[in-house]
């Protein structure tokens, strides 16, 4: 295993230290409040969520996934644009009914006679515990990538907040299915909201988001059948889980990212393991201190995570999960394999991405290539973790045009 020692990703912590300060001026102006303030704040543009709304009675009927559960409107849509925050029926990694939570974005002017199209949207990192979803922020809409281009081009946005996030729940940090269940289900949701949406269908995803949407792209056409997937887009994607662990696991956002996947595999497959405990990969060390990290969000909790972390540098791992069994299984099963040949996929990677190293991406894409799928490779040489999304989304939206369109360049492969 790698250990190189940086302390710190530069984009990691840059967003963290802009999200923690947003998160403090809000706070500071909620508590300026008067008593009687309802508990769905608005504050201009900022929209609190309500802890109730999460809550799940457990008498509650399952339903076929994608029904919608209960909606609220946002006051605080962005311009030109509806909003709704919703909870929705999904299927866990078992195939039992779960309920899950995220926003639903429509622009408010008039639909063209056969609908609009609906983009599913895979949020990056934020966290693994149900305190974490961004549709539960003060800003429902922040981490939503492209949102303004988006509803400028008439699509319908629908961002899941994924498994175990918003509505309490085992977590799903990249177990690639629950992912792409919960962003096809939160697609089938939107439809169900004045959106008028079609089932047209495009993907669009960074970071873990790109991870759900290869995922997605992958098995829509058998778990959501009566969607048209048209075209897809990552920023950045987790596309190889082992060699992401492999480069990052020598500093804190490692560690981090580490703590949030061991966690959730042994939650998810201690069932089918038994006996599967966390020190059968991590050090006692690792193994101690990994479900209050686990527990603990990227934005806000910012400052502990590093405190915990940091002792462990060096000293996380017992053995390389790449090569030992059964955690190399939990990463094969969860490293999302070529996209279907006949989907076009656009793939954005920054060269100065230290989190998803560029060759990680580039070695995806040449084993997907190989397979026969069709892909449109970009690498932004200035761009890092943090900045290439926004970077490439003038690009991404041309691309999903033109899938939509049948009019796609000739693709890298």
């Known amino acids: 295993m790698r250990g190189r020692g940086r302390l710190r990703r530069g984009s990691v912590v840059v967003a963290a230290v802009v999200a923690t300060a947003f998160l403090v001026i809000v706070t500071a102006a909620m508590l300026l409040l008067p008593a009687a303030s309802p508990r769905r704040i608005i504050a201009g543009t900022l929209e609190a969520g ?9 008498s509650t009927p399952a339903a076929p996934p994608g029904t919608l559960l209960r909606s609220e409107e946002l006051l605080s849509a ?20 779960a309920v899950l939570s995220g926003v ?14 609906v983009v599913g949207w895979g949020h990056p990192t934020t966290g693994a515990v149900a305190s974490c979803a961004p549709s539960n922020g003060v800003d429902p ?72 949407v290869l995922f997605a792209a992958l098995q829509a056409g058998a778990y959501s059948p009566e969607l048209t997937v048209r075209a897809a887009a990552v920023a950045a994607p987790a596309a190889d889980l082992g060699t992401l662990l492999d480069d990052d696991i020598g500093d804190v956002s490692g560690v981090t990212i580490g703590s949030y996947a061991f966690a959730a595999y042994q939650q998810a497959y201690a069932a089918q393991n038994p006996g ?15 479900p209050t990290m686990a527990g603990l969000c990227l934005f806000g909790d ?21 090569t030992t069994a059964p955690w190399s299984t939990f990463l094969a099963e969860n490293t999302p394999g070529a996209p279907p040949a006949g989907l076009p996929v656009f793939v ?52 999903l045009a033109a899938g939509l369109a049948g009019t796609l360049p000739t693709p890298t492969c």
């Open 302 to 322: 910012n400052d502990k995570l590093h405190a915990l972390a940091m002792p462990l540098l060096g000293a996380y791992l017992r053995s390389d999960p790449r």
């Open 141 to 212: 809409f922040l981490l939503v990538e492209g949102l303004p281009d988006l509803i400028r081009a008439g699509y319908v946005v629908a961002a899941p907040d994924y498994p175990g996030l918003g509505v309490a729940a085992p977590s799903s940090y990249l177990i690639g299915t629950s992912e792409s269940r919960s962003l096809l289900d939160a697609v089938r949701a939107a439809r169900q909201l004045p959106t008028d949406a079609s089932s047209t269908t495009l993907l669009w995803g960074h970071s873990q988001g790109g991870h759900a």
């Open 348 to 399: 954005a990677q920054g060269g100065a991405d230290t989190l998803v190293i560029p060759g990680a991406t580039q070695g995806y894409v040449a084993a997907a290539c190989q397979a026969g799928a069709r892909i449109t490779f970009r690498l932004y040489p200035t761009d890092t973790h943090g900045t290439i999304a926004n970077t490439a989304m003038p690009e991404v939206l041309t691309f």
């Open 50 to 58: 309500d802890p109730s709304f999460y809550t799940v009675p457990s």
């Open 78 to 97: 962005p311009d030109g644009s509806r909003a709704w925050r919703v909870l929705y029926h999904s299927t866990d990694l078992g195939g039992r009914d």
């Open 276 to 290: 599967l405990e966390l020190t059968g990969i991590l050090t006692d060390a690792g193994a101690a201190v990994t």
């Open 104 to 117: 639903v974005i429509a622009p408010d002017s008039p639909a063209p006679p056969s609908g609009r199209v």
